[in-house]
């Protein structure tokens, strides 16, 4: 069997287990507000679902997104997820004979989309408690060349949940103009942090930043997220974008109700999700040879480091899948470095966590048994 279709035969048993607990995906788990489930029905009742939409998306949503970062000055256009913007950049931005650099650990899929438009790609070590486990400006400054033409940021960084502080930003974007380089600045999971700057306020003319809406308000399975940047970068993307009938109606109306009632509702989300990262980081240090090397995570997620436990990530995520409980091993986001940390999701119901915390001395026990697990993605 072909590797593409193991891998979706691996999430589709996943995704038809009634009981699975989903700690791996980062994804939101908690219930939605009414005002986004109605907004959804409302657009099969009327019909909206049978037009095209705008091809840079609703004008309500574009506005609204802009409002949420504060980036007026700029434009947005919707894209389906954000990892479809991440894409489109990449692949437009970037060809052989190019660099992209990014860090080790991060987010994989636009490594692989530069790479697959013939970029080299520069990825640097940040596992590091030394240095925070952050880039710092001046190996950012050491790596970049006149090559360079993207460099990839995840701000909070995914999977490690270090956030960036104002003058690192400001390093980074300096490093980028210095360089005449362009500058993805990944915020999928700004709004868990406990603060965030955007790269776009010191170098907008040449900053494109991700906007998802996956993880804070949970529509990953709708598909819908965006870009922003200046109106000549957006100018380049518009021209010839994946989606160019619009993105799904219905997933945008959603968005919007959501955008509308955030301040009201999202504050709950975010005190249970930290009160879940503070139970994980408790039982972990229960436990010996585990350890939270960032705690808190500026994420909605955090890492668990296994290095000292005799245990491999894929053991400790098989041991968990057997009690319905998914986490995601290191290997997913780094080559160098997967075979130190799992990852756990923390926008889940309490009761998921605390089975998670239940379970986690058995599973390392199992974990510690276990030699020859199948592949995992």
Request: aromatic share 10%; charged share 20%.
């Amino acid at each position: 069997m072909h590797q593409f279709e193991t891998k979706n035969a691996y999430f589709d048993q996943l995704s038809r287990n009634p009981r699975l607990r989903w700690l791996g995906q980062n994804t939101n788990h908690l219930p939605l507000p009414d005002e986004v489930k109605q907004a959804m029905v409302d657009s099969i009742d009327d019909d909206a679902i049978r037009l095209y939409a705008p091809p840079l998306g609703i004008e309500a949503l574009r506005h609204l997104i802009l409002a949420d970062l504060g980036l007026h000055d700029l434009s947005a256009m919707v894209t389906d997820g954000a990892i479809e913007g991440l894409y489109h950049a990449c692949r437009t931005l970037v060809g052989p004979g190019d660099e992209f650099i990014t860090t080790d650990p991060g987010w994989k899929w636009p490594v692989q989309f530069a790479a697959d438009s013939g970029a080299r790609v520069v990825e640097i070590p940040i596992y590091d408690a030394a240095q925070d486990f952050k880039l710092t400006p001046q190996q950012l400054a050491d790596a970049i060349t006149k090559k360079t033409r993207l460099v990839y940021l995840v701000d909070p960084n995914n999977p490690l949940g270090i956030c960036y502080s104002r003058d690192e930003i400001n390093a980074f974007a300096t490093i980028c103009r210095d360089a005449g380089a362009y500058l993805i600045h990944d915020c999928t999971y700004r709004h868990f942090a406990y603060e965030h700057t955007l790269a776009a306020e010191f170098f907008p003319e040449r900053t494109i930043t991700t906007y998802s809406f996956s993880k804070w308000l949970g529509l990953a399975g709708l598909r819908v997220g965006a870009v922003i940047a200046s109106g000549e970068v957006l100018e380049r993307l518009a021209a010839a974008p994946p989606n160019n009938l619009g993105s799904n109606v219905l997933s945008q109306r959603a968005a919007i109700a959501g955008l509308k009632v955030k301040a009201q509702w999202f504050p709950e989300v975010l005190q249970i999700q930290r009160h879940n990262q503070a139970l994980i980081a408790a039982a972990a240090k229960a436990i010996n040879g585990l350890a939270t090397p960032v705690f808190p995570s500026n994420g909605n997620f955090m890492i668990i480091d296994v290095s000292k436990a005799e245990i491999s990530p894929e053991a400790l995520v098989e041991a968990l899948q057997r009690q319905d409980i998914m986490i995601r091993q290191g290997s997913y986001h780094s080559d160098r470095f997967g075979g130190r940390f799992v990852k756990v999701s923390t926008t889940v119901p309490t009761d998921w966590v605390e089975a998670f915390c239940h379970h986690l001395p058995g599973a390392v026990e199992v974990a510690q048994g276990l030699n020859d697990v199948g592949p995992q993605f």
